[in-house]
Nanobody, 121 residues
Framework: QVELVESGGGLVQAGGSLRLFCAAS????????MGWFRQAPGKVREFVAA????????YYADAVKGRFTISRDNAQNTVYLQMNSLKPDDTAVYYC??????????????WGKGTLVTVSS
């Protein structure tokens, strides 16, 4: 069993930056992809970014390409999401997920409880 805990969310003005953290515990995540997903009020959950265990494959949603950067530190069992040039449309609850690459873009084996990001205009 894997527990994922997100942090780093908050309120930021448009054009600002935030860095999200997802700490994993419970078992090694060797071989698993880790990703970020988000769900805005009244909308379905959508894929944001994902990274394979060795970082050899990285995926981004078109809406965040060039603005968001995903990375992971396997020694720390942590995955990060650096978010720059934030827009009000980025407002959502951001979830961390871990699972198999074949489960992308929306199916993960384990999920965190989410962290709220609010971007004001």
């Amino acid at each position: 069993q894997v527990e994922l805990v997100e942090s780093g969310g908050g309120l930021v003005q448009a054009g600002g930056s935030l860095r999200l953290f997802c700490a994993a515990s419970g078992q090694t995540l060797s071989g698993y992809v880790m990703g970020w997903f988000r769900q805005a009020p009244g909308k379905v959950r959508e894929f944001v970014a994902a990274i394979t265990y060795n970082g050899g494959s990285i995926y981004y949603a078109d809406a965040v390409k060039g603005r968001f950067t995903i990375s992971r530190d396997n020694a720390q069992n942590t995955v990060y999401l650096q978010m720059n040039s934030l827009k009000p449309d980025d407002t959502a609850v951001y979830y961390c997920g871990a699972g198999f690459e074949t489960q992308l873009p929306l199916g993960m084996k384990w999920w965190g409880k989410g962290t709220l990001v609010t971007v004001s205009s």
